[in-house]
């Protein structure tokens, strides 16, 4: 079974920079498309950030795509997003999430993650 644990949460200033990291289980890592999605309080979980299986193309939300970057490593079975210039708006708890199939902008992979929480503050 595919085990997805994020790492790298916490508390940030605005301006700060902070990288999430994702590391799978259980899988090989190579065979999934990944993604990273957030969700404040009882909102909908939304797109960030998506990377194809080999990392060749990747896929941005329009407020993050000039600040934040997301990247993988396969022989070490992890996805990273780094961000950058955070804002209290980025303030939320972010998702990685994996599928074998398919890249979405949207919350359908297979396998997700527990959640790291990030917070910005002003």
């Known amino acids: 079974q595919v085990l997805l644990v994020e790492s790298g949460g916490g508390l940030a200033q605005a301006g700060d920079s902070r990288t999430l990291s994702c590391k799978m289980s259980g899988g090989p890592f190579g065979n999934y498309a990944m993604g990273w999605f957030r969700q404040e309080g009882g909102q909908e979980r939304q797109f960030v950030a998506a990377?194809?299986?080999?990392?060749?193309?990747?896929y941005y939300a329009d407020s993050v795509k000039d600040r934040f970057r997301i990247s993988r490593d396969n022989a070490g079975n992890t996805v990273y997003l780094q961000m950058n210039s955070l804002q209290p708006e980025d303030t939320a708890v972010y998702y990685c999430?994996?599928?074998?199939?398919?890249?979405?902008?949207?919350?359908?992979?297979?396998?997700w993650g527990q959640g790291t929480q990030v917070t910005v503050s002003s």
């Open positions: 999430a994996a599928d074998e199939w398919q890249v979405y902008r949207v919350p359908k992979y297979e396998f």
């Open positions: 990377i194809s299986w080999s990392g060749g193309d990747t």
